[in-house]
């Protein structure tokens, strides 16, 4: 569903990505891992089309470069850090994102209620807190129930009991067969929801761990050919 | 879960989506409000300073509209850079425009829908201008002589704002902080609006140009253009222009309007071009 393929990108003189590649299934959940800096939310970036690179990335078949908008037409996008015009309440924002997405109509009570947003839907955007506004964008990423997910830091804002009815949501749309890409320091996310975790190095992806690998500390398949020891899966986010 | 996603939207109906929402943002922006209370109050001031003299307080129409011209050249340039220099650079500054540019949209949709929002606003803004000076001078019982010049200078004002809109969004684009792109709009209006005619006076006495020349270069500049054509369709004589205006008089009578509107249609197509350009090229963070 998601190919990434040898995909460098710089900004000016700093080279962030440096030939990373990934493959991602239809219906399969992909964690990517490494330390700050490491090319994470800007590989993601570039899957959803905001900065240009060079090499290939397409999405359900759709060139990210050259089909831009067919490709996001198949991605909810959830991004770290989140910004709403001040003014817009949030059935506003709603319904803007939802027009731009192609639908006539949106059912702003539904959709607010799935992120337990209910209640707050004639809020100005500003007065939401950083969680909320997570769980806002969460909403907007569903509209249209499109067949991707991309998630950069995907709980960064939320409090421990926000984290655990997010991720609950996350791993029930996986559950409806939702191809999910996401980025994340945390293990327990990573162990909740990852099918395979990719670990970004330098702006290559340098191991690609299965499920087992990381959660049981068995070996784990490593850049297609070789091997690596992997204890547990708190190894990969804190390494 | 659907399998059935919804088909990729026709570009105008999303460039029609951004546009609404930049109109119904700016409708309810500070900038709007300033901007159309600054130009009602300065053309009601313009019609009591031209009417002065006649014992009624307001002038008439015809009189206001000769008023008015010199108004509409120093005021409507600058709302217009300035709106444009803040359409794209602030909301990359506020971190929107990585989020909106992972929608399903194109980088053109964006700065189209911008550009067609923001000359909405601009033109109600200048429409609701022209619109209380012309009821507060039908109020005080102006001849309805001269409301025809009233409404085609408020015509010209919105051709003239749209086509400066585009270099302000040049401006927004090549600019990361809204600070910034506001200072080059400003800096950009006192070239147009100042630098240029002295510019021109130093080069016709240090090279000693020729009429034509100084035309040419009076049509190049927006501001030029539109107050040539402006006071030719309002029907006062061109020669308080001095002799440029005489010039126009003599060989361009009947072809100035069209070489006023080639010169605002250019400087609308030709910015939009270049900022569309430009925005395909930079980093949208």
Redesign the interface.
Known sequence: MIHIERVNMS?GALHVLRGASLEVAAGEAVALCGGNGAGKSTLI?CV?????YRGSISVGGFDVARQ???A????G?V?Q?????D??RVDEVVR??G?????RRVDVPSVLRQVELDGHARARSRVLSGGMKQRL?LAIALL????VLVLDELSASLDVDGRESFLRLLVGLRG???TVLFASHRPEEVEILAGRVAWIEGGRIVERLTRSGTAAGSRAVVSGQATKEIDHVEQLATA | ??NN?????PSL??VW??AR?ELH?AL?SRWFALDTLAFVLLGLAVAFVSGSGTGEGLAGFGRTTAGLVNLVTLIVPLMALTAGAGSIAAERE???L??L??????RWEVLAGKWLGLSLALSTAILLGFGVCAMAVAWRGGTSQGASQLLLLAGLSVALAIGLLGVGMVISVVSRRTSVATGLAVFTWLLFAFATDLGLMASTLTWRLTIQSIFAACLVNPLQAFKLWALDAAGIPLDVLGPVGQYAVDHHAHSLAWLAAGSLAAWAIGPGVIAAIAFS?R???
């Open positions: 900004f970036q959803t089309g905001v900065h240009r831009g908008k067919s996001r037409r198949l991605i996008y991004p850090e989140l910004a709403f015009r003014e817009m803007f994102y027009a731009l997405r192609g639908l964008a249209g129930e499109p067949p409806e067969g939702r | 879960m659907s996603w919804p088909r990729p939207e109906v999303t989506v951004l929402r943002d309810r506020r971190g929107m990585p989020y540019l992972s929608q399903p949209v194109s090229r980093a949208a963070a």
